[in-house]
């Protein structure tokens, strides 16, 4: 199996090494400046002895090398910083994320295509159009990412293994997106039987700034580690076929009331990509959330 990562910045070259780390697929990485993906690549490389894997892991500069990818993995983008929003990178990213697709859909049409880059559901949004791929061959990564960090809140809240934690988090990546209590458990126990509203809140809201959050601390540069988890843990579904339930950005065609849109909600992931869109029954209010985010991640797609 080939997974080809677009774009060798921290978010692109710390995936590579997770995927090399899991040996589950040998994995090729692209970037426009010259030697960045090969140097790193190397460098992931040489670690193979120490932790025992046995994939090859190579760089270029050279988009024929994507060639017979099984997926593509886009994460090249200008990254946020210090009092930018996600849709600061707007013109920027959708200008690259149309170039890579024009790539992608020259050098390897067949391979299933997960965006990274933001602002995400529209970046999403932009790749599904260029690609005009079967759906669900095209997603973004979001709500895994949104949900891990959820969890993180929650389980150091409590004080229990983080393990234990099963978050849900739907929407847009974004001010507007989604935490949802009551389908996040811990050990089976729904987290409304767990803390007060107030707590809840709290956390949730937390959860919505966990990316600036870290981009404030780290002011030259945003999140790469959490991300690049998800990323491959989502890949790794695909290459096994475990058909692992994680929250995705999709296109939605008449899927909670919404059409022609990108937005975070759950899916099964499988051989095929994003197979299944799964509609979770939401109260009234979170209904309404959803349409907001909709509608937030819409006029951004206007702009494009």
Do not use: W
């Amino acid at each position: 199996m080939k997974v080809s990562i677009i774009g060798a910045g921290n978010v692109g070259a710390t995936t590579a090494q997770r995927l090399a780390e899991l040996d589950i697929a040998d994995v090729m990485m692209l970037d426009v400046v010259e030697g960045l993906a090969q140097g790193k690549a190397l460098d992931i490389a040489q670690a193979a002895p120490v932790m025992g894997y046995n994939v090859d892991v190579a760089g270029t500069n050279d988009y024929r090398d994507i060639s017979s990818s099984d997926i593509v993995i886009v994460t090249a983008g200008i990254a946020r910083k210090p009092g930018m929003d996600r849709d600061d990178l707007l013109a920027t990213n959708i200008k690259i994320t149309r170039e890579v697709c024009s790539h992608i859909q020259e050098q390897t049409p067949d391979a299933i295509i997960m965006t990274v880059t933001n602002p995400l559901d529209v970046t999403t949004y932009a790749a599904v159009k260029c690609m005009q791929q079967e759906r669900g061959r095209v997603f973004g990564m979001s709500g895994l990412l949104d949900s891990s960090r959820f969890a993180t809140f929650i389980a150091k809240e409590i004080g229990c293994n983080v393990r234990d934690v099963n978050a849900m988090v739907l929407g847009g990546h974004g001010d507007s997106m989604i935490p949802l209590p009551e389908y996040t458990t811990v050990s089976g126990i729904p987290l409304t039987k767990m803390m007060e509203k107030e707590t809840i809140d709290r956390l949730v809201q937390r959860t919505v700034n966990a990316g600036a959050e870290i981009v404030g601390y780290l002011k030259t540069g945003s999140a790469f580690y959490a991300p690049s988890a998800a990323i491959a843990i989502m890949t790794e579904a695909i290459l096994k076929d475990t058909k692992k339930i994680v929250p995705a950005s999709v296109y939605l065609d008449g899927e909670y009331g919404l059409r022609d849109i990108c937005l975070g909600v759950p899916v099964k992931i499988g051989k095929n990509g994003a197979e299944e869109i799964i509609e979770l029954k939401l109260t009234k209010e979170q209904e309404q959330a959803l349409k907001q985010s909709a509608e937030d991640v819409h006029q951004s797609i206007l702009k494009i």
